[in-house]
């Protein structure tokens, strides 16, 4: 319809401008009789002047008759010209208000008729479909009105809990840390100094707890395979994730191979069935699928059985494990100071730091961090690791022998520094552990 409505108002445009064009053909040739008259008579009087006048010669005379009489007879065909013209004006005038232009009108009043009569049909069966729909939807009304209120908001708490619940232990409480009595403590030979009070910095849990806050800065995390970057209980639900998605994988590959197994023999029984050769590839990528997802079903049954030991050491002794400093492992020398007992003793009482897994820096709450981001500190120096050491605390941070690091705090005296390493993570090692080189 909007084709045609288009089609009939162009044809209308062209009616018009025919009129139009007639109209302007009209007014020419009346100019044209106009002007001509106005000639005939001027030549006419010029001509009645020279006949009057004694001393204008007779060619004179004839020559202005002539004149008279051409611009005479030049006047009666503009006028003849014109009455033609203004008849054939009005007669194309009355074709085209008594004819075309009605003819047009009744093609539009016809389509527009038409359109109604089509809009009534869609509003009729748009009215019936809603009345087919209104049940439906007082239906789900009624449903989401009993959905709300069977709503239980412990459960929907509880089981927010549940899915997003770090696993991570309770910090334990914070000893207090006579100052008052003195303290001889043999530093370490790579210490970096004390304070100028002589007395060493309240540091280790203190600080590492502050990063497990909701509102802590948050380090920059490296992705990794196992998950390990995520808390444990996240990092459990995870692996168990993946290792249900791949076990079911591996169940679909050896579905497929058994069903290429039959097909094969159905192949060797009837040969006009198919050649049995054209599944070969098929069943050998098969089984390279089946052995790399055996693979990786090992790989993630080792890592969930890690994390899951983790979890459940980390229920059982939370605040045992706060009770004692972080000790290096057997495999790693003592200080290298020839300190005394008692010195040995002030050491683990200054550098008091709550253990926890390897990379504990990030913290447990990060949907609160992109507001509070702060920019990463600035190394003051680089050291290089002596030995090896494995950070099984919160708060430390594993090395190998020979890692280059960055140093981000100086030894405050209790024998522990706060180091970076290049492929991301914070925490505390043994000063001894180090040889220091300030910028």
């Not at 007779?58 to 006047?75: G, N, T």
């Not at 692996?239 to 023999?265: F, G, P, S, T």
């Amino acid at each position: 319809m909007k084709q045609e409505r288009k089609m009939h108002f162009q044809e209308g445009r062209r009616a018009q401008q025919q009129l139009e064009s007639g109209f302007k053909q009209l007014e020419n040739s009346k100019r044209k009789f106009e002007r001509d008259c106005r000639e005939a008579e001027k030549a006419a009087q010029t001509a009645e002047r020279l006949d009057q006048d004694i001393n204008a010669t007779k060619a004179d005379v004839e020559k202005a008759k002539q004149q008279a009489h051409l611009r005479s007879h030049m006047a009666e065909e503009s006028k003849n010209e014109y009455a033609a013209q203004l008849q054939r004006f009005n007669r194309d005038q009355a074709h085209f208000y008594f004819s075309q232009m009605p003819q047009i009108f009744d093609k539009l009043q016809d389509m527009d008729e038409r359109r109604a009569t089509h809009l009534g049909a869609g509003y009729g069966l748009l009215s019936e479909a809603e009345l087919q729909v209104v049940p439906i939807i007082a239906k789900c009304l009624e449903g989401m009105k009993v959905a709300a209120a069977a709503v239980d908001a412990k459960n929907d708490s509880q089981v927010l809990i549940e899915l997003h619940k770090s696993g991570f232990a309770r910090p334990g409480d914070v000893e207090f840390e006579d100052f008052s009595q003195p303290m001889n403590r043999a530093p370490s030979d790579s210490s970096l100094g004390t304070p100028s009070d002589g007395r060493p910095e309240l540091r280790g849990p203190a600080r590492s707890r502050a990063k497990r806050w909701p509102f802590g800065k948050k380090n920059k995390t490296v992705v990794t395979e196992d998950f390990s970057h995520l808390p444990p209980e996240q990092q459990r639900k995870r692996l168990q994730q993946q290792l249900e998605d791949r076990n079911r994988e591996l169940q679909k590959e050896v579905d497929q191979r058994e069903a290429l197994k039959k097909m094969k023999d159905v192949y060797e029984k009837t040969p006009q069935m198919g050649d049995p050769a054209s599944l070969e590839p098929q069943i050998t990528e098969t089984l390279n699928n089946i052995e790399r997802l055996k693979l990786e079903v090992q790989k993630y049954e080792a890592w969930l059985a890690e994390a899951e030991s983790r979890v459940l050491s980390n229920r059982g002794d939370s605040l045992s494990r706060h009770a004692r400093p972080p000790e290096p492992p057997a495999s790693a020398p003592p200080d290298s100071s020839s300190s005394s007992n008692s010195g040995s003793q002030d050491n683990k009482e200054s550098s008091e730091e709550p253990p926890s897994e390897e990379g504990q820096d990030t913290p447990i709450y990060t949907e609160f961090d992109e507001d509070f981001e702060e920019e990463p500190a600035s190394p003051i120096g680089h050291c290089v690791a002596i030995y090896h050491f494995e950070g099984s605390s919160e708060g430390t941070i594993s090395m190998a022998e020979g890692e280059d690091l960055s140093l981000m705090e100086e030894d405050k005296g209790d024998g522990w520094t706060r180091v970076r390493r290049k492929q991301g993570g914070e925490g505390y090692v043994p000063t001894s552990y180090l040889r220091v080189m300030l910028n």
